[in-house]
């Protein structure tokens, strides 16, 4: 069963950063994309990175391209999102989420999710 553990949130003042870290367990298939999603109150989930763990193509939603950097560590299954510069509208839930024939930044192409870890950004 694959499982994906999500941590790191928490409070910061706008300007500041987080870095948010998703362990995987239970993999079978080694090609797979690794994407963090994030949900605001009232809104739909959208994308906000993903990974390929195969290449290491990546790929960012416009309003954090410059900001965010995501990265992986195969030999951990780890992956993690370094969020920079941080802004009130980055509030949200944010959420990884794997699959093995999909890469990209589509809430539909995920069969499996964490829980999420909640970031909040003051002003």
């Known amino acids: 069963e694959v499982q994906l553990v999500e941590s790191g949130g928490g409070l910061v003042q706008a300007g500041g950063s987080l870095r948010l870290s998703c362990a995987i367990s239970g993999l079978t298939f080694e090609d797979t994309a690794i994407a963090w999603f994030r949900q605001a109150p009232g809104k739909e989930r959208e994308g906000v990175s993903c990974?390929?763990?195969?290449?290491?193509?990546?790929s960012y939603a416009e309003s954090v391209k410059g900001r965010f950097t995501i990265s992986s560590d195969n030999d951990k299954n780890t992956v993690f999102l370094q969020m920079n510069s941080l802004k009130p509208e980055d509030t949200a839930v944010y959420y990884c989420a794997v699959d093995s024939a999909y890469f990209g930044l589509e809430p539909w192409g995920y069969d499996f999710w964490g829980q999420g870890t909640q970031v909040s950004v003051s002003a």
């Open positions: 990974i390929s763990r195969s290449d290491g193509s990546t």
